[in-house]
């Protein structure tokens, strides 16, 4: 599959039913799923529904998640990616929200922060976004830091879905101010 992203260490790509050994191994993994509602997958029937249900955001809205694929190993090692939300969430509807999730073994090594700069920049510059949201457990200091190092401000905490979250907005104007 076409290459969607590139950076120095990383393919960004669409998510495709061949991802869905390495998306269970990562979803099936309780310490992933610590701030995200403690629900890590059971089956893979379960994934391939993710894969699904992604595939068929990129065919409506033309975005969604991506495969993150290591360079030098052409491994998954997780996903990245712009989301329209449609429904409300904190407020608002018919956003745009960043959102990561890596496999634990490449947790700490930067991939969150190379991945989610691209993704931005790719929001800003080729969907031609004026502002992008993100979401974190507020417990997941490390997923916030991510943010705030690529240029997020922190607005608030919210409940989303019953945990406590903190809502971060990044607009066009400071991201150039960033690059």
Known sequence: MKSLLETERLI???????????????????????FLGNSPVKTIDQIRDVIKMLQQQYKDNGIARWAVIEKSSGKFIGWCGLKLYKQEVNGHINFYELGYRFNKKYWGQGFATEAAKACVDFGFKKLNLTEIYAMTDSLNVNSNKVLEKIGFKYIEKFDFEGDESDWFKLNRVDWKKIK
Request: glycine content about 0%; proline content about 9%; hydrophobic content about 35%.
């Open 12 to 34: 960004l790509r669409e998510i495709v039913p061949e991802d869905e050994d390495a998306l269970f191994e990562m979803d099936s993994d309780p310490e992933v799923h610590r």
